[in-house]
């Protein structure tokens, strides 16, 4: 018997210890735990690996789920934390003594005091924090004893102590429930950062040691994705009763099973604030040695709507720190000096902008020019003697609040304004005003022997399309003498060639005739698919380099150091970096590392270049490159930390043939967890007008985001973008959505038919801008979508042509030599509008009440239609935005909206969407 018995006592033992560290490590396992007053009615409980947030591929981590349910009233105990502490936390020096208020610094107060800042808190098993000097704490997995209690012992007990749990909440849809905390000591909830309820006193157990502990409830609600829940608890020395905290979740009777998980993994999906609270870089540029790149970073500053910009200088050798700018100063317009480890940038205050100059050698920094008031922009000659500025003069405001308009362009409220060159010599301070008259000059680039400088000037023509002509000029700085170069339509900008013989001109195909012209007879080319010419500036001959090439010029610097130019183009869905051989006439792309390169400078005395750039599943990152050796490296991840536990899904290219048997491009984002044995609801993005929606992260439409949503995620490029060879983009000339329309019917039908795991019953669309345009036009000519999204949409292409700021000129373009009086087959005939009894699925406008792109008319009037049909339909006004949403939490609102009314109509669950804007 006794070998026996202590054979057993070993195996019970063992057993025991493996069960502990089966579940500590996070590993599936089935658990039932015994707490009758919060488990009554309940069939069965499991821990079970995975959650909306947190594929279960990817995190192998201890997590919980309800999967039968037979009482509504059912609670989930959170079984698993993440604990730091308890730590010492006395009371400070003279607390007892009452202060101005006549109050002494009690218990409570120690329980608000902030420590630690939580809410960008993202607790990790293992962690570490570095409480005080000598002291660094470690966040370590506990589990929920007898009754779902998490015992906290005591190091101090005459003293008192804190300590933080904290649990992750992933949620598979928008959940309201109710969170149940006991404990008889104090404690904080926080929710994701903010603070959600407290219990601010201490329950002491009666003599006989009888009682329940304090209980606090509150309603939390979840959208889609990971939550932190922490607790801050604060022992109460005086109080002698344990110091256990049990916390529970009750969900709404609507909740279903399995739409929420509790674990203890930080991993998860990308959310909106991710989007918009990593911090980004607005701007780089590379001193002329190439060994410091200044690179410009902006940061939202939640919850206010406020944002921080600030200046870093980062050695090129390894990308470290050498100095930053930051804490209020306003830092813009950043130029290295073409010499010397120096640079300038300009600094607002209440009397003007100041223009500084940097030493960073001597660690001075001089002013240059003080208190110019609307001083712009500015550039360094090229031997560092002087610094070409402008100024905006602004004319004097109408008292009459009646004004006679001086064209179409006089609508805008600052066209009136006129700016104007003038040159500073450098270090006196001396200047020059160079340019004067009725017309704005704008400065392309100074001459490589710093003599002559290039500018031009824009003025109105409504006697052709584009209704505009830009002259360009240039002018002897010793003289004063101007040489008009010519007169076009279609430019944008030139600059010199290194020798300074020759021009460097981008514009559209038609910038010099038809000589820069690709299509076939007959056909209009698409005058925003840019191009590039090499000018000579002594013959006066064009030479058209990229008529051949497909891809359209965002970027063109012609190199100093070497014979060629770089381009940064857009070649599909890419954004990429071509070297041209100016000797072979020859393009070769560079591997960057990205899909889409965003930003692009060049040392102006070595073959080194700084760029940023991201890709369908990278958030944006700076690179430096050795062109000789075409060799990238990381210079800068400002996102590393907020990203670095998001699982994002595979994205994969996906083309079809249209019926003209010419390939469509497009690409699929797929939810993290994605199982192809499932059924998911879709959504279908596009733009449709001229330009590519191409595979860069984020955005205002994030793929991604959908795609965490539980959404599979089809992107599309319909006939007509750029990037795809000038024939390609000619069929958006005169079109209107008639190609497009066709297209995205007949792709979706293809796409849906070779993916069977999408519910072709809940696929939804959307498109903004233009794009909104083709959502109108979409729900006008098919009914196969269950629900579509417009933002700023346009409903009437005629009151948008003459309504919009730029709509005539947007259709000099789309709509060129066609107008309201002699094309009534796309100013009627193509407008949502006039088509609206045919519209049958349910449409969500969008539109900021201050677009003056597209005027808000344009959902006005849809929306009106729409009501008066009787038919399925929300306008959302954004009070004080423009065609972008840009503010903070007003762009948090407005992309909710938008995933809410997917999740209505393609998941069936109407609750976020109701709790956001009721029911009807």
Not at 523 to 537: F, G, K, R, S
Not at 573 to 594: A, E, G, P
Request: hydrophobic letters at 35%; one cysteine or more; aromatic letters at 10%.
């Amino acid at each position: 018997m006794k070998t026996s018995f202590s054979h057993f006592t070993r195996c019970f033992v063992a057993i025991s210890v493996l069960i502990f560290l089966f579940v500590s490590n996070g590993c599936s396992a089935s658990l039932v735990r015994s707490s009758h007053r919060e488990r009554a009615g309940r069939t069965r409980q499991v821990i079970s690996n995975g959650a909306r947030g947190v594929p279960s591929k990817a995190c192998p981590e201890h997590s919980r789920r309800v999967e039968e349910i037979e009482d509504p009233n059912y609670s989930i105990p959170i079984l698993s934390w993440l604990q730091i502490g308890p730590i010492p936390e006395p009371l400070p020096v003279f607390g007892q003594v009452k202060n101005l208020d006549g109050k002494t610094f009690v218990l409570k107060d120690l329980l608000k005091f902030v420590q630690v800042d939580v809410k960008n808190w993202r607790p990790k098993q293992g962690e570490k924090l570095r409480w005080k000097p000598g002291l660094e704490l470690q966040w370590k997995l506990v589990v929920a004893g007898p009754n779902d209690f998490i015992c906290c012992r005591s190091s101090e007990p005459n003293t008192p102590e804190i300590t933080y749990l904290a649990a992750y909440l992933y949620a598979r849809r928008w959940i309201k429930a109710e969170l149940k905390i006991d404990c008889p000591h104090l404690f904080r909830i926080y929710l994701d950062g903010k603070l959600v309820t407290s219990k601010e006193s201490s329950d002491k157990l009666k003599e006989d040691a009888s009682g329940q502990p304090g209980k606090v409830s509150q309603e939390i609600k979840l959208e889609t994705g990971r939550h932190l829940l922490l607790i801050k608890s604060l022992r109460d020395p005086n109080n002698r009763a344990p110091w256990n905290i049990r916390a529970a979740l009750q969900p709404d009777k609507e909740c279903p099973e399995n739409a929420l998980d509790i674990g203890t993994s930080a991993e998860h999906c990308m959310t909106i604030k991710h989007l918009l609270d990593a911090p980004t870089i607005s701007s780089v540029s590379i001193s002329p040695n190439g060994d410091i790149v200044a690179v410009g970073m902006r940061r939202s500053l939640p919850p206010s709507d406020d944002s921080e910009s600030w200046l870093e200088l980062r050695r090129v050798e390894d990308g470290s720190l050498l100095q930053t700018y930051r804490g209020g100063m306003s830092i813009s317009g950043i130029r290295w000096a073409p010499a010397g480890r120096k640079f300038s940038y300009t600094s607002s205050a209440k009397e003007g902008r100041t223009l500084w100059v940097v030493d960073l050698d001597q660690g001075s920094a001089t002013a240059l020019l003080e208190n110019i008031k609307d001083m712009g922009g500015h550039s360094w000659a090229p031997d560092g003697s002087f610094i070409i500025y402008s100024v905006t003069e602004k004319p004097e405001p109408g008292k009459t609040g009646v004004r006679l308009l001086k064209g179409m362009t006089d609508r805008q409220p600052d066209w009136r304004d006129r700016s104007f060159l003038y040159l500073v010599n450098v270090p006196d301070g001396v200047r020059r005003r160079l340019t004067a008259g009725i017309l704005s000059t704008s400065l392309n680039g100074i001459s490589p022997d710093g003599s002559k400088v290039l500018f031009t000037r824009y003025r109105p023509d409504y006697t052709e399309r584009p209704y505009s002509k830009t002259e360009f000029f240039v002018l002897s700085l010793s003289t004063l003498a101007v040489d008009s170069l010519w007169t076009n339509k279609w430019s944008s900008s030139a600059q010199w060639s290194s020798d300074g013989k020759k021009l460097l001109v981008t514009g559209g195909p038609s910038t010099f005739g038809d000589i820069g012209e690709n299509v076939p007879k007959g056909m209009i080319p698409n005058d925003y698919d840019t191009q590039a010419y090499i000018y000579d500036v002594d013959t006066r001959a064009v030479d058209p380099i990229t008529r051949d090439f497909a891809p359209q010029i965002n970027q063109a610097i012609w190199s100093k150091t070497e014979k060629c130019i770089y381009f940064r183009a857009t070649d599909r869905s890419y954004r990429r970096l071509y070297r041209y051989d100016l000797d072979k006439r020859h393009f070769k792309v560079i591997d960057t590392d990205v899909e889409v390169v965003s930003r692009l400078d060049i040392a102006e005395n070595k073959p080194i270049a700084v760029y940023t750039g991201s890709s369908a599943t990278i958030p944006s990152r700076a690179y430096v490159m050795d062109l000789k050796k075409k060799q990238a490296r990381l210079l800068l991840e400002p996102g590393k930390r907020d990203f670095e536990d998001v699982v994002f899904g595979k994205v994969e290219r996906w083309t079809f043939l249209n019926k003209q048997d010419v390939e469509i491009e497009g690409r699929i984002y797929y939810p993290p967890d994605f199982d192809p044995e499932k059924k998911y609801p879709c959504i279908v993005y596009y733009y449709g007008g001229t330009s590519p929606t191409t595979r860069d992260f984020g955005g205002r439409y994030p793929k991604n985001l959908y795609a965490a949503q539980g959404y599979v995620v089809y992107v599309l490029q319909p006939s007509g973008a750029t990037g795809f060879g000038q024939e390609f983009s000619a069929r958006h000339v005169n079109d209107w959505g008639i190609i497009v329309a066709d297209e995205i019917i007949y792709g979706v039908k293809r796409f849906l038919a070779a993916h069977s795991f999408v519910d072709a019953n809940r696929v939804g669309c959307i498109g903004a801008s233009y794009g909104g345009f083709m959502t109108m036009l979409l729900a006008t000519r098919t009914d196969m979508f269950a629900a579509a999204v417009a933002h700023a949409g346009i409903s009437s292409i005629s009151s948008h042509w003459g309504e919009g700021y730029w709509g005539y000129a947007y259709c000099a373009v789309s709509a060129a030599n066609s107008f309201p009086w002699n094309r009534k087959d796309i100013y009627v005939e193509q407008s949502p509008l006039f088509h609206a009894d045919k519209i049958n699925t349910p449409l969500l406008l969008l539109h900021g009440m201050k677009d003056t792109n597209v005027p808000p008319g344009e959902s006005i009037q849809l929306y009106t239609a729409l009501k008066l049909l009787g038919k399925e339909v929300e306008l959302l006004q954004v009070e004080g935005q423009n065609h972008h949403i840009l503010q903070y939490n007003k762009r948090i609102l407005w992309m909710k909206s938008i995933l809410s009314w997917f999740d209505r109509w393609l998941k069936g669950q109407p609750q976020w969407w109701n709790d956001m804007y009721g029911e009807k």
